[in-house]
Structure formats: C-alpha cells, structure tokens
C-alpha cells in the first residue's frame, strides 16, 4: 500500500504521516518502506500498523470485536438450533425404543401363542392319527365282516337254488 492510498484509505493527512516516517525512518521503519517508480513509497503491513494512529486502531479493534461479536452470536444460535434439533431427536428416539419395546413384548406373546398353537395341532394331529388308524382298522373289520357275509350269502344261495323249485315257499 501507498502512503496516498494508506492516507485516502484511512481519512489521514499526507504531513502527518510523513512526519512520522521520518522521525522513524531509520529505526521502527527500516527495511519496511520501499520508494517506487514515480517517487511514492510502498508500505508493508508492519509500515502500515506503525503510521496508523492509536484512534484508528482501536476503531479496527472495535470493529473486529463487533465481527467477532457477530460471529459468536450466530454461532449461538446455531449452537441453540443444533440442541433444539438434538432434543428433539432424542426424544424421537425415545418414543422408537418404547415402541421397539412394546413390539418386541408383542412378538414375544405371538411367539409364545405360536408356540401353543403348534403344540395343539401336534396334540390334534397325533389325535387323528390315532383315529385315522383305528377308522382303518374298523374299515377292515367290516370289510372282511362283509367278504364273510358275502361268502355266507353266496352259498346260501347255491344251496337254495339247489333245492327243486316245489319244495321252496311261496312260489
């Protein structure tokens, strides 16, 4: 930065500052001002924070409070919105782990009605087994019972159709 910018930049006056730079010059200021094309002289940052005046550097100082300020004021509320956000979600996830628990308590009752249910149809298909069994045994019992009768009846018959016709009833 030039003294006229740094001058301009900072509503300070031309003789001001370069009564400072050369009552400073050869001390505080050396090895920071370069003279340029055209006579100006360049400033480095340490040049510049030296020339400037106290009042102006607290106004700086000021104004980077205020920023800061600023900054940490968002940051709040951010910081106040991020806890709403977590609370919220925490308490979300409060009510999905009660409810997890009353799931998890109702698949337990289904598992264990399942469970009775899957004995009793154990119990009942071991129960028609057995009738199914005894059912086949009486089938047979009857079946035979009925090849016997037929058998009866069979020579029954031959024996009537032995006997001549007049000796028979009711013809």
Do not use: W
Not at 11 to 36: C, M, N, P, R, W
Not at 55 to 78: F, P, S, Y
Not at 96 to 115: G, H, P
Not at 134 to 153: F, G
Request: with cysteine; charged share 40%; aromatic share 4%.
């Amino acid at each position: 930065m030039t003294v006229k910018e740094l001058c301009s930049n900072y509503d300070l006056k031309f003789q001001t500052v370069y009564k400072k730079i050369s009552h400073h010059k050869d001390k505080e200021l050396a090895g920071h001002i370069k003279k340029v094309k055209g006579g100006s002289l360049e400033l480095d940052d340490f040049a510049i924070d030296f020339l400037l005046p106290t009042h102006v550097k607290v106004m700086q100082a000021i104004e980077e409070c205020e920023g800061i300020a600023r900054e940490n004021a968002e940051l709040q509320d951010k910081l106040e919105s991020a806890e709403t956000d977590a609370e919220q979600a925490n308490e979300r996830l409060s009510k999905a782990l009660a409810e997890n628990e009353k799931l998890l308590a109702e698949i337990d009752r289904l598992t264990s009605n399942l469970s009775e249910k899957d004995k009793e149809i154990s119990e009942l298909s071991e129960q028609l087994e057995a009738e199914r069994r005894t059912s086949k045994q009486a089938i047979e019992e009857r079946d035979k019972r009925i090849n016997e009768l037929t058998e009866k009846n069979r020579l029954l018959t031959e024996k009537y159709e032995a006997v001549p016709k007049i000796f028979r009833k009711n013809q």
